[in-house]
């Protein structure tokens, strides 16, 4: 190309701020049945997007104080928005099966926690039901019920968290004198018991070994932020390789020590966990950095078959008691994190979304905050995302008559997305027109601004379109 004579194409060029503005949507519970904690888990699996309500009224409507068994709402994403799709409950539900304490999916198969579910025949409480997405619906296909041989004073109440990729499940108790989770596994006959297991150094039993996971097709993730064996509550996550048997090896353990500061300034190190692409993103919600527990989000990149600490991500005008981290899920160059304690006055909790430029580094993209009908309760405890859009749980979401049914709220993250801000450092500068220079000169599809899928004189006019427009 003959640089020259596209100079005059930058004189316009000034300096402008990138502003993304987020609106969420406001996802009210269905009344059937009655609500009383939506949003207290939620999941998606691309295409259908789910919300638990573990206390939902499913057994006698009328009755707020003996009905409560739990349900699963299901929606599916038409258009950018969540269309409701279904209802799941609890077969043969009974007071207090908290049916959708936990939820998780992956690729048309969904896993619900019911941690004090009374199987038929047996004394043991707690488990999941697996449901599949087949002839139009989702459909129960597997039980996944307390082993008979494991001793049930070392446990009781399993399901408060699970997870689900492929043919593996795991499961956690909501109490455990041996700080153990439960593995299953899918066999030709259904989903079984495969084994249960402690943290490979023992670790506290108030540790919370099991808090969240995270399970690829070649490693397993588990966290246990009240970990005191490092600081108090510092948290750890334990990285375990998934083997061809379907067995788990126990490869490294991460405590934050190598973040900024070392593990001494964290606390509750893997309140939550996402990976994704090589790249392992940890929350870290009450870390201590500029102000008291403002928290953070620490990346960790895998190199030579060892997890190593790359960046910490933290929020702008970060205050004390913000709890960044609480919950956090990683995209590609899109991190999504919720604070808890953030939030506008009378309304704790919000979002921010961050993105990474080809510099690597993670800038601030979006402050992604809740419109409630009076303030927002438990916001951002528990979230979901695909990537393009965000969903928040918010258990007791207050209305105006002062009731808490709880609700979600739906961030669309393209809000995000500015096409003009070529290196990703949140301004729209002199160095974007570079970048676009030489992504042009690369012959990169990137610089096709006019989306002809050539890549001539009009890419740099409607480039220079978009950059005067700005992102606001």
Do not use: K
């Not at 699970?162 to 956690?172: K, P």
């Not at 399970?215 to 948290?235: E, H, K």
């Not at 300034?265 to 009450?286: C, H, T």
């Not at 209305?399 to 301004?427: H, I």
């Amino acid at each position: 190309m003959h640089t020259p004579s596209l100079a005059i194409l930058t004189l316009g060029l000034t300096a402008a701020t990138v502003l993304a503005q987020c609106d969420g949507v406001r996802l009210a519970p269905p009344t059937d049945p009655p609500p009383i904690e939506f949003g207290a888990s939620v999941a998606n699996d691309g295409r259908f997007w789910f919300v638990g309500d573990n206390n939902a009224r499913t057994l006698c409507p009328g009755d707020p104080f003996n009905c409560s068994a739990g349900a699963v709402h299901v929606y599916e994403m038409v258009g950018g928005r969540l269309e409701f799709f279904q209802t799941l409950s609890p077969p043969n539900p009974a007071l207090g099966d908290f049916f959708g304490t936990s939820l998780d999916a992956d690729a048309g198969r969904l896993i619900v926690g019911t941690m004090n579910y009374q199987w038929p025949g047996t004394s043991r409480r707690g488990g999941a039901f697996v449901y599949e997405y087949e002839d139009g619906a989702w459909t129960e296909t597997g039980r996944l019920i307390p082993p008979e041989t494991v001793d049930p004073l070392l446990w009781r109440l399993l399901g408060v968290q699970v997870a689900i990729d492929g043919d593996m499940a795991m499961l956690t108790p909501l109490e455990s004198t041996e700080n153990m989770v439960f593995r299953y596994r899918l066999t030709a006959s259904g989903w079984e018991y495969a084994e249960h297991f402690a943290a490979p150094n023992g670790g506290p039993v108030d540790a919370v070994f099991g808090h969240g996971y995270e399970i690829l097709p070649d490693w397993v993730f588990i966290s246990a932020p009240w970990d005191s064996s490092v600081v108090f509550r510092g948290g750890s996550v334990y990285a375990y390789r998934r083997l061809p048997d379907g067995s788990l090896e126990f490869a490294q353990r991460l405590t934050g020590d190598d973040a900024p500061g070392g593990a001494l300034r964290n606390n509750f190190f893997g309140a939550s966990m996402s990976v994704d692409d090589g790249r392992l993103a940890i929350g870290v919600p009450s870390a201590t950095r500029d102000v008291a527990e403002q928290g953070s989000v620490q990346i960790y990149d895998l190199n030579d078959g060892r997890w190593q600490f790359s960046e910490e991500v933290v929020h702008e005008h970060a205050e004390e008691l913000d709890q960044l981290g609480y919950s956090a899920s990683l995209h590609g160059n899109l991190l999504v994190a919720s604070a808890t304690g953030d939030g506008a006055p009378g309304t704790p909790g919000s979002g921010y979304a961050f993105r990474r430029g080809p510099d690597g580094q993670w800038r601030q993209a979006a402050w992604l905050v809740p419109q409630p009908p009076v303030r927002t309760r438990q916001f951002g405890y528990v979230m979901a995302s695909d990537g393009r859009h965000a969903l928040f749980g918010a258990r007791e979401d207050e209305l105006p008559s002062r009731e808490r049914p709880g609700a979600a709220y739906l961030f669309d993250l393209t809000c995000t997305d500015c096409p003009p801000d070529l290196d990703a450092d949140g301004a729209l500068t002199i160095f974007d027109f570079l970048t676009f220079l030489n992504l042009f000169e690369d012959r990169s599809s990137e610089a096709d601004f006019d989306g002809d899928g050539e890549l001539t004189i009009f890419d740099f006019l409607a480039f220079q379109t978009a950059f005067d427009a700005g992102c606001a």
